[in-house]
């Protein structure tokens, strides 16, 4: 089975059953990409570990041979975080997919970082409680995966992002030294290894559990429809909701060529004479989404709604939720290729932004469709394009890149929810000074000091970054 | 003036004017201490900054000569966070006391370290704004020792706590490099340096600037005090009130201790025959403050509340508040001394934490009150004494070690608001293995390689910690 001539498969093989290590070119195939497929690399042999004792052996294994250790969970990430190292080992951290404990006393939830996301919430659904961090991938990607990314969703504007929604962790690093960050009380002394943690996309440690805050789950949630004569009008309504003191569960927006685009794809009942729509959810008690509902709806009058509408039911707002569930997909049908990227602006500047990209789209001859969750400030336009076309991929590369250059220019930064990966990796260059990556550079140091944890990910080199300047430079 | 043999005294001189440089022994006595007078020490010199260049070139002569330097602001720290240290620099930022900018659109402040905590507040309300974290010592405290301590407050269990409600800092290394974390989003890719910077009790770097989260004001406040036969029945409704769904803006409770000193202190009209009472706030919109009443009259009622009351007034409202906020001079009226110690625990573990007290305090003769965040399981146990009695001070320490370390055995912390400093340094041994000791001083060299900054406050040694474990083992 094995390629028995290569020492660290051998070596793995003598830490877990031979099942569950993964050699040979064509066997290690299927984990060769995340979920951002551009990028691919075969590992030199994938690990699927069941405990965190297999971890630990693994990642002395990879110190001890100066052997890279890329972990992945599911592998839906977007932003190639989670691709393999041609000579290392990919430790796959699914298999440990167990629930441990729900508390419903301490409204926690311990996990293995292997649990898919949704599963937490299903099973404290029983207790009337739920995990609400909500990545669209919530049915497939697993938690040790939203640690990775600090993950986000449409319900984060109210509940907070991963980081929010985690009170403690262990981390294996790569001494196979096991470190407990946070715990049962979110408030903890010394440096805050649990937030350094979250976003680090495997660079520092393999997360091996995890324990979640739990969320009482709303007793309503009522939803709105508004459309908008300009894109202009819809991102300054986002601005004057929240300026209001109203915090939605979601507020979520979608622009022309984006509701086009699903209404084709699955009638949602969006206006496709809108120029944008918003989508919002209020939740609470009975009393106080009526009281949001009340300072809502003239909010969105005077900001310039041409038609404010309430869900009438349930099946009303499942229907309305799934158009927006299914945009991406509904815009891969209009166009035969499409790349979606993902940056955060202050939120009173996402009319700025959505119409300098209306701009850049138009430098490239691309077009781009809008879908996000503009509460939160975090843009996803997805550029539409034909990779046939003469250098259609180089245009993309470059107008993504204009977009996201943009991003950081108005305040904002170059990812919400994706991380930076191998993807993004040269926009680090422009948002951080070669002083704050060099200060990364030893936060990562610190804990990884051969830096065998997913390498070239997330941060780049001084060279690269001085590099990516000076192409930048010449570009422009 | 100053004592022109010492070299660092006059390399200060060069940097900073005169009057801003203070020496000798007499003069740097009024910053021998913070809040917490029982660690005094004397510095070498005391810089007075007014601008990051000034701070910047006095990092960077500390490097260069090797010398300690602990930053501090108005001094208000209640665990020795601030003390000086006696060979070496105490920078002090009050004067760099502007407010740069308010932008009412991304509803957040910049402000300079030296800004006092409710003068933001302030600031901000022509803009029915607000900054939420509202420590005891708001009126003196400043936004760059906050961020220090992570301080906390009254209002933090819906708000947040300070690194919830900062975006963005400017921080200068031992190096004199100048790093941004964080800006006007606050999801940020790289390391979490904002939160690491956190808590970090100027050990990382010297915070210049804050771009502080403001809050629209709520429209409405009602107050409730709630009375209680057993201190358990009303840990217990705690705990209810956040599992039925509510997060009241304030959830503080009092014990019997408490509320006598505090009765005959100002007579805010706490029951006298009550075991502990809670006060608590709901704060938002008219119909979601009446929607939350409405769930938490009956949560108290059914835990077990005597009475609960409604205040009539805002006039009463105050007086109720003005009760809870006078209770350490109040308890300090009835005993000679009294030493307030901070530790958080898992809110539903309350109940079993404050009967332990009584236990240990009964093993010492001691008596303590307890008036605390009772929202966040963030105590307050204050122990009253005699310092005049024999080995009072011996048997003070001795209980406080005791309460914070049960704090940790039911998953809790040593601290929720008041830091580590060298009060509890202690304890770092008990709360944390070695490993992750180690790891605290990892990621420490990471931005003080020569441990220059804030020296032997927070993360204890290797060393330190298993002489302690060894003294608590033989104490038995």
Known sequence: ??????????????????????????????????????????PRAVALVRSEAEVVAVARLCREWQVPLVSRGAGTGLSAGARPDAGGILLVTSPMDRILSIDPDAMTARVQPGVVNLQISRAAAAQNLFYAPDPSSQIACSIGGNVAENAGGVHCLKYGVTVQNVTGLRLVTIDGEVLTAGGDCPAQPGYDLLALVHGSEGGLGIVTEVTVRLTPQPSRTRMLMADFPTVRAAADAVSAIVRAGVIPAALEMMDALAIEAT???????????????????????????????????????????????????AAQRELWWKGRKSAFPAVGRLSPDYYCIDGTVPRHRIGDVLEAIDRFAARYQLRVANVFHAGDGNLHPIIMFNGREVDAVDRVEHLAADILEYCIEVGGTITGEHGVGLEKIDQMAVQFSDAEIAQFLAVKDALDPDRLLNPGKLIPTLAHCQEYRMLRKSDG
Chains 1, 2 share one sequence.
């Open 1 to 42: 089975m094995h390629s028995k001539r290569d020492p660290i498969v051998e070596a793995l093989c003598r830490i877990l059953p031979g099942d569950r290590v993964i050699s040979g070119c064509e066997r290690v195939a299927p984990f060769e990409c995340d979920a951002l497929p551009v990028y691919r690399e075969r």
């Open 263 to 313: 209404e084709k794809f699955c009638h949602p009942g969006y206006a496709l004479d809108a120029a944008a729509i918003l989508l919002i959810d209020l939740d609470g008690q009975p009393q106080e989404v009526a009281a949001d509902m009340a300072v809502v709806e003239p909010v969105l009058a005077r900001s310039g709604a041409t038609r404010v509408q309430r869900a009438a039911d």
